[in-house]
């Protein structure tokens, strides 16, 4: 597993419960079982939990970009995770 790819998840995650995107958190996190082995997802549970207690992802160039982008386009995101599920 690439640990970008875990990162970007991360990234997601954090920017979905930061502006309490309940149904995209649900959805993402169906996605993100599919995507990841067992192993994976149980570590991309535990990294954002703490993430979520120290917020250092919003340090990472990345996040600014993919909050704006949620943020645009959350209504089309939702539309392609209902799709994919």
């Given at each position: 597993m690439e640990?970008?790819?875990l990162k970007l998840f991360c990234i997601t995650f954090h920017i979905l419960h930061k502006y309490n995107y309940v149904l995209l958190q649900l959805?993402?996190?169906e996605y993100c079982k599919e995507q990841l082995s067992?192993?994976?997802y149980l570590l991309?549970?535990?990294l954002n939990t703490i993430?979520?207690?120290n917020e250092p992802l919003i340090l990472c160039s990345l996040y600014e970009f993919i909050?704006?982008?949620i943020i645009i386009h959350k209504d089309?995101?939702?539309k392609q995770l209902l799709y994919v599920q």
């Open positions: 640990i970008n790819k959805l993402f996190c067992e192993k994976q991309f549970l535990i993430y979520e207690e909050e704006e982008y089309n995101i939702t």
